[in-house]
């Protein structure tokens, strides 16, 4: 006969305020669930016909976009499982700039296809092993899936070719970009100017800033440049003192040698060649009566990092002091002018390449390797997402630096890399076939989510099996969804020059796996008390009305 030991009630393990959840239903599905909502909230704002959002942040700011990242970045999300996938997809934003939004999508439809497993009785780690192996044959497979690569050296319609996916839900214009294996994403900036449409835009040698110069000089053409990150102005002692003056004349040479100091330093910058000044920091009145009487141009830039930029672009060493610089420490420009774009005055730096009225082959000034995209659109959230849509594009070209091989887009690598899988997991054994399985049914998530956006939910399920159809013929791993339903919603990919990158489209999967992965293999969830004191209570009306 054994004894049976009476256990104790209400046995406290954490201290009051603590929750914990635990079991299939409470964590495990519940995170699914979290994990899905988050995923339909970004997933129709997938492709070219992607719906905006407008999001109001925390602090009143007003954002319209379809770009995830943006997203997911405004949007605060709690939930411990979602935030898991917002990680993984600001992950790949850092490593690709690109196909974010795939990684939240996929992830989310990884874990909406294990949670029927799960209810079907299969255990978390029988998933965990299937979706692993599956994903390592999708890698295996993508790269088998590349035909086509960027030619080296790039030419401009190749470019343009690799570039229009990622920045067609946001009609923008393609620029070549310099040659380097080592592209640096920083040497491209954008500026903002309001007014005037999208085709007004241009790009420009050199670096636009959105001020005029501080001096009476707008205008200075093959110029030595000095670039000081000092205030230009007299300095200040440590310690206040008291000056007793006694006559008219102590009086008027009081400042005299302050100012004869002044005018000696600017003296030797002018004898120095120096004709264009950027300055980092303040410059003051008397500063700026001698600059102009010199006739030097002076261009105040208090942000350090576009300070640094300039230099590049002048080839000049920033100076903490005040002074003449030496040769080397200068640097030269071709052009510096002041213009109006629309209703603004901007100062522009820029050298002058080959073509341009003026050039000269023989000046020290070389081609600049940073160049500037002057915006131009209506609104101010127009501007910010044909920025967005900027900033992708060049992400893609360093994703591309890395790695130029392209696998076809709109969504035929996808489906494809769905059929394989589909066959490699029937010629598995064990439990680990329908994890398998099911990850090759959540790969079509992304042409079923291109289709249901350009054509609508019904359409949307007829163009996938007719899509089905073309990847079982012979030579049909290219097919993809057309969204612009101009025969059968169909198209051929590689006729058509719709290209993804490998690259961005290997870690999108990779991240999507890892971020489910991590979320199925959670079986219970501990949540302290937040931190803080009292909230402060919510009054009706504003705190400062009269009753």
């Known amino acids: 006969m054994s004894l049976k030991v009476p ?139 590349s035909t086509f690569s960027l030619p080296s050296p790039l030419t401009q319609p190749s470019l343009a070719s690799a570039l229009k996916p990622a920045i067609a839900s946001n009609s923008c214009s393609c620029r070549y970009a310099p040659q380097s294996q080592k592209f640096n994403v920083d040497n491209v900036r954008v500026v903002k100017i309001m007014g005037g449409s999208l085709a007004g835009s241009k790009v420009v040698q050199g670096m636009v800033f959105g001020r005029e110069p501080e001096g009476l000089i707008k205008k200075v053409t093959k110029a030595k440049v000095a670039i000081f990150t000092s205030a230009l102005d007299i300095a200040q002692t440590e310690t206040k003192g008291t000056v007793l003056l006694k006559s008219a004349d102590e009086m008027l040479n009081f400042t005299r040698g302050e100012e004869q100091q002044l005018e000696k330093i600017f003296k030797e910058i002018a004898d120095s060649g120096v004709k264009v000044i950027i300055a980092g920091s303040s410059i003051g009145d008397l500063a700026l009566h001698y600059l102009n009487r010199y006739n030097i141009a002076v261009l105040k830039v208090l942000s350090k990092f576009d300070l640094r930029r300039a230099s590049r672009v002048v080839n000049a060493t920033p100076l903490a002091r005040m002074g003449a610089p030496t040769p080397d420490e200068a640097g030269y420009v071709d052009v510096f002018e002041t213009i109006e774009i629309g209703g603004d005055r901007v100062t522009v730096l820029r050298q002058l390449s080959d073509g341009d009225e003026g050039f000269d082959p023989q000046s020290p000034g070389g081609r600049s390797r940073m160049a500037t995209i002057v915006l131009r659109g209506a609104t101010a959230n127009h501007l910010d997402d044909l920025e967005r849509a900027v900033d992708d594009g060049v992400n893609v070209i360093k994703s591309l630096m890395k790695d130029e091989r392209l696998v076809p887009g709109a969504g035929a690598s996808e489906l494809e890399l769905a059929k394989r899988i589909e066959v490699y997991g029937n010629s598995l054994k064990g439990l680990a076939q329908h994890a398998v399985k099911r990850y090759s049914m959540a790969l079509e998530v992304v042409p079923r989510t291109l289709a249901e956006n350009a054509l609508g939910g019904a359409e949307g399920n007829e163009v996938l099996s007719r899509l089905w159809a073309k990847h079982e013929e012979e030579g049909g791993a290219t097919w993809g969804v057309d969204v612009e339903a101009e025969t059968d919603g169909t198209l051929e990919s590689t006729s058509h020059a719709i290209y993804d990158s490998l690259g961005a489209k290997t870690w999108a999967l990779k991240l999507a796996t890892e971020a489910a992965v991590s979320v199925l293999s959670v079986d219970s969830i501990i949540m302290s008390k937040p931190a803080g004191g009292p909230k402060v209570p919510q009054q009706a009306g504003n705190w400062d009305e009269d009753d």
């Open 7 to 145: 256990k104790a009630n209400g046995l406290q393990l954490f201290k009051d305020g603590y929750k914990q959840l635990s079991g299939l239903d409470d964590a495990v599905l519940r995170n699914i669930q979290a994990v899905s909502e988050l995923s339909d909230l970004v997933r129709t704002s997938f492709g070219p016909n992607g719906r905006n959002k407008l999001i109001i942040n925390h602090l009143g700011r007003l954002f319209v976009t379809s770009d995830a990242a943006t997203i997911i970045r405004e949007v605060e999300v709690i939930h411990p499982a979602a935030k898991l996938l917002v990680m993984a997809s600001q992950a790949q934003e850092a490593e690709m700039g690109d196909a974010t939004n795939m990684v939240i999508i996929f992830a989310g439809e990884l874990l909406k296809k294990a949670e029927h497993l799960l209810i079907m009785g299969l255990h978390p780690s029988e998933i965990i092993k299937g979706y692993e192996l599956a994903c390592v044959k999708a890698l295996a497979e993508l790269e088998k899936l």
